[in-house]
Every structure is written in C-alpha cells, then in structure tokens.
C-alpha cells in the first residue's frame, strides 16, 4: 500500500480537494503537470486535512507498507516507522511525528544558521582591520588526485580550488567564492608541479607605509617580510598531503604570474623498456628553435586567431636512476625548457620521441610534422609522469621554509618498493629481462605512457 502526496503543485491548480493514491481505492484519474492521484478526500481523516491546510514547504512524502509497518519518508527529513493494521487511521499520529521532527531540524537549522552569521560577522571584523598585499605563491602539488590546476564549474576537485580554500580557513582571504588569481601555467588532470606559481591577495599583518589598500609600493623594502604571517606554515597546515606551499615571494600589484615568467620547464619521466634512448637523443634536437608546433597540440577553438609558433630553447634526454641488474627498469626524463608551450605540446612530442625509440618511426617524421603542420593520429602520451619542473622570474625574492615532505616521501617510497619487489619477482621467475620487455612493452608503454 502507497500513500503519495504532493502539495504544492495540486493545491495550486486544484482548489479544495487533497490527493492519496491507495491501492484499494479506484477513483477518477486525475492529473495535474504530470502528477497522477486518484481523488480520496472522504478517506482522508479532518486531523490531517487540517495539518496538510497549514501549507507544508515539501514537495511530497510517501508511506510504504512492508507486512504491518509502515515506513514514512518526507523530503529532506527522516523516515519515520509505525505499525498499523490500518494505515489511513495511523496517519494523524505519522503526522506528529513528522511535525516533531520539523520543530527538531527548524531548531538545530536556527543554531546553525546563528553561528554561521556570528562567524561571517567576526570575519568581516577582522578584514575590516586588515590590509592586503599581492603575494606569489611557490606551490608543489602531485596532480594525479586532482582535475587539473584551475578552477573549474563542475568539480571541485582541482589544484586551485583546494588552495583557495584552504586559505579561507586560516583567514587570509574572505571567502574563496569567484576569488581571482594569475598563474605561471595550466597543468591537465593528472600532471603535477613541482614549482608552479601563482597570486592573489592575502591578509597581511605588516601596516602599509602610505596607508593604501591595496598598496602602491609592495615590496620588501616598504613592507618588512620578516615581520609578516608565516604564510607557508599557515596554510600547509590545511591543505592535503599531495599539495605544498614552498615559498612566498612579495609582488608589486602589476605582477602577473602568467605573463612575467622569464621560462618554464617541464619533465616527462619514463623507463628505458626496449627504447633506444640514443635514438631519441639524436631526434630530440629537431625541436630546438622557433617552429609551427600545429603537428604536436590540440587546438584550442576559443581563440579566433591561433598561434601555434613556439620556441624551444632547451631539450635533453637524461639518466634519472639506473638499475644495473635490469637496465630496462632505468628510468629517464625528457627536459624540455621554453617561454611557452601549446594545449598537450609536450605530451605529443613525447609520443613520436617514444615511436622513435621503439623503431616504428624515423627521426625525420619530427621534421616532416614541423614542416606540413599535419597531426598524424598517434595518441598522446600519459599525463601521469609529465611534471612542471621549473618557472623562473626575475626580481622575486622567494621566502622559504621547511614544509613537511619527509611522511609523504616514506609512503610512496614504500609503495613504490613494493611494486619494484613484485617486478624483480616476475623478473626473476621468466628469467629474462628481455623477454619480459619483448612480450609487455607495448602494453606498458600504451598503457598507460601512450594513451
């Protein structure tokens, strides 16, 4: 048996009548804006037409009956469970119930509700009091939990946002809600950093000399860094694990993290396998220079007028950790340095450095690409091991501090012996390393190196 009524909708179209669905009960059908009830007014004790006449703000409830109880569960309150042999004379009691429960949550909803606004109320105070100054922040973060670094309308799962956050809990900016800041560079959804820059305006205990807000002359010299909040200790201790403020840096209100970066460079780690590591090194240098790297990004269509010129200045293929017993366990990075890169540039050229070294392609596709600007459909290399390593400016006085790496080195370091343990082990057990490289490299390197 299933009671479901539904109020404000019905009881705007239709005047003077209340709606039960029963089972037992075949009426004329009736329906309202897609809300199908058959008529039972008469059935409906006075108690609870009066209760239903006090204009409750649910959209509906419904009650269910399994043997001889009697489950009632309303919108955004509890369920509530009764025994009757006879459900619509136990509904003025369900009724109750459901009203005692309304007064519970209207009164921990009015707590709520007073200390939210005692805290807003603080928190204005304190900011009223305050000054702010623009700050470069040097942040580290392992972006494989993470939807990429910026801010973004459908999750809020991303490097940005849990910074803005966590600075709103230590009380250095007012609400993270829409706040602006400029960063170095935009990582994807599971690259990481290990010195990206971002700034914003923070709180500031130090005075400022001429009184303005924000200030005119914001540098170390007119407002003393010593004397301000540990910004690093401050908000590290807010933020997770796989994100870390490393330095903070006093900026001029022109500064802009985006458009004063001097360079930026990233690393793309990989393990040797079957790869010709020599063989890339004598094709990597084909993107040295200013070249159309159409062949090597995605495109991004919001731009009217796209420019796909950039200019590498720095490449180099180097030993990271090398493991003697089983060279293809060593594992190397690819370095790339430059002003700029385009939309997945450097995930792209890792996948034809990779077809390279497998001896699929030559080292002349690089040229040909560069030259015809036409993409062949390749894939794209894994964004996991690609890291912003490095942006660097000038005149940006970094104040550092210890922050805490040593807990989450010894948990990945565990892990990741493990994982090594298991690898010698099957090793060990097909007695081959080259065996093991033949018959899996394409699945280790596809997946997931080469998506």
Known sequence: LLYTIKFEEMLAKLSGGYFVYCSDLRTDLLATNGVAAWSCAD?????????????????GYEIEEQDTTLVLTVSGLPAVTLKSADPVKILPTILTELSLNEKKREKVN???????QAKQAKRKEIFSKSTLRNVALKVAYLGWEYNGLARQINTPDTVEEVLLQGCERCCLIY??????????????????????????????????????EPPNDDTPSSRKVAEEYDYITMINNVLPPHIRVL????????????????YRSYKYYFPRCDLDIEAM???VDRFLGEH????????????EEPNFNRTVTYLSIDLVSENKEYPALSVYSFTILGHAFLWHQIRNM????????????????????????????????????????????????????????????????MKSTLVKQLMCKELVSVRDVGVLCDTKLQSIMSRPFIS
Do not use: H
């Open 43 to 59: 059935r409906v004790p006075p108690e609870v037409l009066q209760w239903l006449s006090q204009g409750r703000p649910y959209t």
């Open 110 to 116: 009015s707590k709520q509700e007073a200390a939210k």
């Open 175 to 212: 609400s993270a809600k829409d706040y602006k800041i400029t960063r170095c560079g935009r990582t994807d959804k599971g690259v990481s950093a290990f010195s990206q820059v971002v700034s914003l305006y923070l709180r500031s205990k130090v005075a400022n000399s001429d009184g303005d």
């Open 247 to 262: 330095a903070w840096a006093p900026v001029g209100l022109e500064f802009d993290a985006r458009f004063q970066v001097l």
């Open 281 to 283: 090194r004598g094709a």
């Open 292 to 303: 159309n790297f159409r062949a090597f990004c995605k495109a991004d269509r919001t731009l």
């Open 350 to 413: 890792v996948c034809v450095l990779f077809r390279i070294g497998l001896g699929l392609e030559s080292p002349q596709v690089i040229s040909g690409m560069l030259a015809s600007g036409v993409k062949y459909n390749y894939g794209m290399a894994s964004d996991l091991p690609l890291v912003l390593f490095e942006c660097e400016f000038e005149n940006v006085d970094w104040v550092t501090a210890p922050v805490g790496l040593s807990k989450l080195w010894f948990e990945f370091e």
